[in-house]
């Protein structure tokens, strides 16, 4: 059984790659094929991918807080040369887009929640553009976050409710950082550095949307997230390793996630969702 980023590492020893066990792993707790296992990720690519193309062609939701600023980005990758680099930048519009599709009701994939819903999405589909990715590559991907999601979400939480946004975005980039280095030819080893040093960078990240809605701050907390994880791949594939084990930052999230107030966790009543402009525009919209 894998109870921990050690028994995860131990575990993939077993197979020729990481995603390799997390498939196995997944047909072992499921009891499906791994025909079965595989074109259900295929199909959850599929969405991701539909997300983001829709979500740069501009979308607005219904409340006014969100919309359009992912075909803001597109515009302005189109004509600047971004601070932070094309896949930085893409992955930053890409992840947009997705919550935009999320704010305005249409189809996302949880990753592993809707309101962290686009960091995965967000990198994976600026690699695709910027290094050519394979279908079998961009589902070994997801297989990768997957399994890293799986331990973070059974030693702390994923849901904002219970642990704060550094539950959902931290837990979402923490799962991207992985694959990342997974996909980049990193070791097994390489790819949960960058789990940890993801997770404690964000330790302590309030969860406070504005009218307790999944837009503000939630959609540009995923561009964020977006860059945090390729910032900590980079760190992780360059061998720097965090001085605290990982599966003892991921407990530390957990124990950070409970000791946070209530208002802090989703309940939209403290931080952003306290501010005067926040409290008019939740006037705004419930009346």
């Known amino acids: 059984m894998i109870n921990s980023m050690v028994d995860l590492i131990a575990y993939s020893k077993e197979y020729d790659s990481l ?6 792993y997944e047909m072992f707790n499921s009891g499906e094929s791994y025909e079965f296992v595989w074109k259900t990720m295929a199909s ?3 969405v991701m991918r539909m997300s983001v193309l829709q979500g740069i062609e ?12 992912a075909q803001k980005m597109n515009e302005y990758l189109k004509h600047h040369e971004p601070l932070v680099g094309s896949l930085v930048a893409k992955a930053s519009r890409n992840a947009i887009a997705t919550n935009e599709i999320n704010a305005s009701m249409g189809i996302i994939c949880a ?19 910027e290094r050519n990715l394979s279908i079998e590559e961009q589902i070994r991907f997801l297989f990768v976050a997957g399994g890293i999601g799986y331990v973070i979400a059974n030693n702390a939480s994923i849901s904002g409710a219970e642990g704060g946004c550094q539950a959902e975005i931290g837990s979402a980039s923490a799962m991207c950082a992985a694959a990342v280095v997974d996909y980049m030819g ?19 990240l309030i969860c406070d949307p504005v009218a307790g809605l999944v837009e503000v701050p ?30 003892e930052v991921i407990e530390t ?6 000791e946070l107030p209530s ?20 006037s705004e919209i419930f009346g």
């Open 253 to 258: 999230m957990y124990k950070v996630g409970l």
């Open 218 to 247: 939630c959609v540009k907390r995923n561009a964020l997230g977006a860059s945090q994880a390729l910032v900590s791949a980079d760190l992780a594939l360059a061998g720097i390793r965090s001085r605290i084990p990982v599966d």
């Open 186 to 204: 990193g070791s097994v080893e390489m790819a949960v550095e960058a789990c940890g040093m993801t997770i404690k960078n964000m330790l302590g």
């Open 263 to 282: 208002k802090f966790r989703e309940t939209g009543k403290g931080g952003l969702a306290d501010t005067p402009t926040a409290l008019r525009k939740q």
């Open 111 to 129: 990753t592993p929640t809707a309101g962290s819903a686009g960091v995965l999405p967000g990198v994976l589909m600026a690699l695709v553009e």
């Open 44 to 46: 959850q690519l599929e």
């Open 19 to 24: 995603s390799e066990a997390i498939i196995h």
């Open 58 to 69: 501009g979308v607005h939701s219904s409340t006014g807080l969100s919309g359009g600023d």
